[in-house]
């Protein structure tokens, strides 16, 4: 499954394909990318290389350059930066993730955590962190502070699910604002910051902000159903991992309500077999049904702020992305 | 042994006192570290609270802001705001470092990582980064680039330090670059940035530099003789810890010829008997009074600049500085 290029979801025929239109930028990102691991210490930039070289659907990085494309931006050195260093901060998360969540995979092979250990993989984490704010750091202070808020986002985001962890008192509210500091505020700021980049008015910022908020929320929803349904080739990890971890996903909170499902989800000595069971449960009743439909609701809202922007290709790109997103497999 | 306060180094009546001289600002950067720790989950300000209230020298903003003042600067919110910055960095480091050192105890209490666990402890350290970025990244691009290289330089220090982590191979100039990178680096930034912030001459800026690293490494080498012939009680962590943890520190690097240290060095299962046979060694040769030679050596080198700095009575705390450091009993 390990790949040498980003891992990219496939695009119907008859879809304004959003990787094409900044396909010259994403390559640039991808230059960035290897760029920015360089170290003397080797060690460093083989870590960081084994999350970033293996697959990724740079998502983040795409929707930065299309809001940035779509509200008038010209391509500059200083949008591929940025776009860079969002993804830098992500693949950061990954690594410290992996530590957090003792992974044994990540797209599609050993995690850098089993591999390389827990040292340096949580300093090749800072490191990429760091690298991060190298190139973020360049811009103004609105930039800077945004992309500040979003890394703290991220971070209060793990605290929360931690509370939340094998946490049956946890409800959908929690969970929604768990998706949004941990996994929608990345894609809130790159939209945001792509567009302010582009010049755009403050009130059409807010609204790429507002469908990278929900196209966020919805892609999580739709990772969560996949960790359910999903296949384990294609994910490149096992399915069922959620309710190993005790991670309040989605589907497992929709699902609560079954004593199978929620004594799986509480005990962290669960064995193989009471996974399995619990899964088939979560698979039998209406929570992947609901979690589906709540994906496509926020897919809906962000649709809705999209129809606000100027039409252009860029949008049509972002609108695709939505589908995507969606309907993906993996 | 914990104190809400800094634990500041005892300074002569017949010295120039380098904490008086900037008093004022030293309290700022105190009121700013609580602001920038405050979150809305209470588990990151609780723990970066533990370590920042917990003592701690404070000497990195102090240095930065001596070079500052020594060399014109007026005060100012920008110059408490990077030396916060430096702070936050070098307290995200001790959290990290915590975790991989597997740390009992830290500034004379428990560490974090023992009180809070590694999840909440790895999340945290990255937040304080994200907090130091926040502030360091509103400054132009010369000291956002600084800033990160420093950090860059920590994360490569940790990378060498593991390599030579119970490796009799390593030499003193294996160790003088483990230094340089993970402790000197943040004294030599925030002397550079201070100096710079000021509108000294690159010349000049330089030479505070120069000094910066030259007291870095001084610091460094005294804490490593502290580790061996120090006081518990005073270092707010046991002794011989350097020895337990394979770390190469300048004493164990100077007594490798001696077989029960190098037995000690590398065996990671060396018990406390063994442990104390070394540490014995070690104070029984010519170790530790060579390395308080080569501490002296670097002090000299740092007084050196010193002197091309134009006479103040910053810098006359900057020279008191040098010599506190060397006599430090904690």
Redesign the interface.
């Known amino acids: 499954m390990a790949s040498n290029r980003p891992q990219r979801i496939p695009v119907g025929a008859d879809q304004c394909d959003p990787f094409q239109s900044v396909a010259t930028e994403l390559d640039l990102v991808e230059q960035t990318l290897l760029r920015a691991i360089g ?3 080797q ?2 930039t083989e870590i960081a290389a084994h999350l970033i070289d293996g697959g990724g659907k740079r998502i983040r990085p795409m929707v930065t350059l299309l809001a940035h494309f779509g509200l008038g931006g010209k391509g500059s050195q200083d949008i591929v930066d940025i776009a860079t260093a969002i993804e830098l901060i992500h693949t ?1 998360t990954l690594l ?1 993730d992996d ?2 969540d003792d992974a044994e995979t990540r797209r599609g092979k050993v995690s850098a955590y089993r591999k390389y250990g ?3 993989t ?6 990429l ?3 991060a ?2 190139f ?4 103004n ?1 609105t930039v ?2 945004w ?2 808020d979003a ?2 986002l ?3 985001g ?3 699910q ?1 509370i939340f962890n094998r946490n049956r008192a946890v409800a959908l509210d929690d969970y929604l604002e768990i998706v949004k500091r941990k996994t929608a505020s990345l894609f809130q700021t790159g939209c945001k910051v792509g567009a302010y980049l582009a010049g755009a008015k403050p009130a059409i910022v807010d609204e790429a902000d507002s469908y990278g908020l929900n196209l966020g929320i919805a892609f999580q929803m739709v990772d969560d159903v996949l960790d359910v349904v999903g296949h384990a080739a294609l994910l490149g990890k096992p399915t069922g991992m959620d309710l190993r971890d005790g991670n309040p996903s989605l589907p497992i909170i929709l699902a609560l309500d079954d004593a199978v499902v929620r004594d799986a989800f509480e005990h962290s000595d669960a064995d193989e077999g009471r996974i399995a069971e619990a899964l088939e449960a979560i698979k039998r009743g209406p929570a992947i049904r609901k979690a589906k439909e709540l994906s496509q609701t926020y897919a809906e809202t962000a649709l809705r702020s999209l129809k606000k922007l100027p039409a252009s290709p860029h949008r049509n790109g972002l609108k695709t992305l939505v589908q995507l997103i969606i309907d993906r497999d993996f």
């Open positions: 170290s003397r210490e060690t460093l950061a410290h530590i957090l827990l040292k340096s949580l300093v090749t984490g800072d490191f962190f760091i690298k704010f190298e973020a750091g360049k811009f202070e800077v502070q992309t500040a890394c703290t991220l971070t209060e793990e605290i929360l931690g």
